[in-house]
């Protein structure tokens, strides 16, 4: 079967670090993406790995290892305006389409 | 300004109708797709098109029909016979070359049937 599974809530502070994670367990493997959703708007892409190791991109990193199914989205110095959503997707490598996890809900306090 | 735009927003419709919701793209994208959002669910894919006149169901597509008549436009229609209508949709564009080939989303339409 397909499944991704992410925490369904998490809570930081304002300027900490937060990571969160995704599990996948999928027939197939092209990539996999984290996009970010504010409350009520549409998700916007943040990253894209496809072979294991660390892509950084400002205050966000994104980390994958295929071997253990498993990747992390990196949030540094967080701020008020990253409370959102956060959406794991894996591509099956079958028919190219997306299997999306339920999303991560990331509170930030001050 | 390249993008997704759907319309409307905000969507009411009493249980029994037909409802048509729009998508658009100026992005030159071929691939376009239809997703549902419901609180606590990952998005579910209803049917996705990677051409012209053509179109492929995707994990939920009993009670939704679309239509790909131009390269720019993928109409989703929410037909009767779909039994809990009322959702989140959401409608995205990608290219379809090699690479991340990542999603562009539309703003969404919130529908509410009753």
């Known amino acids: 079967g397909q499944n991704i599974d992410q925490p369904t809530e998490m809570t930081a502070t304002e300027g900490a670090i937060v990571q969160i994670n995704c599990t996948y367990q999928?027939?197939?493997?092209?990539?996999l993406f984290w996009y970010q959703q504010h409350a009520g708007e549409a998700p916007t892409f943040l990253s894209y790995n496809v072979l294991d190791g660390l892509e950084e991109k400002g205050r966000f990193s994104s980390f994958l290892s295929r071997s253990k199914g498993y990747s992390y989205l990196l949030l540094k110095e967080l701020q008020m305006k990253d409370s959102a959503s956060y959406l794991c997707?894996?591509?099956?490598?079958?028919?190219?389409?997306?299997?999306w996890g339920a999303g991560t809900k990331l509170i930030i306090k001050p | 300004d390249g993008g997704i735009t759907q319309s409307p927003k905000y969507l009411f419709r009493k249980e029994g109708q037909n409802v048509t919701l729009s998508c658009e793209q100026n992005l030159n994208h071929d691939a376009m797709y239809w997703y549902r959002q419901d609180p606590g669910q990952g998005l579910r894919l209803i049917y996705y098109s990677q051409i012209v006149n053509d179109f492929q169901k995707g994990d939920i597509a009993e009670g939704y029909s679309v239509s790909r008549e131009k390269k720019e436009s993928f109409p989703l229609t929410v037909t009767s016979a779909q039994k809990n209508p009322t959702a989140f949709y959401l409608c995205?564009?990608?290219?379809?070359?090699?690479?991340?080939?990542?999603?562009?989303f539309g703003p969404g339409t919130r529908l509410t049937v009753t």
């Open positions: 997707a894996v591509r099956d490598d079958s028919n190219y389409q997306l299997i």
């Open positions: 995205a564009s990608s290219v379809l070359t090699s690479g991340s080939n990542e999603q562009y």
């Open positions: 999928t027939s197939g493997f092209n990539g």
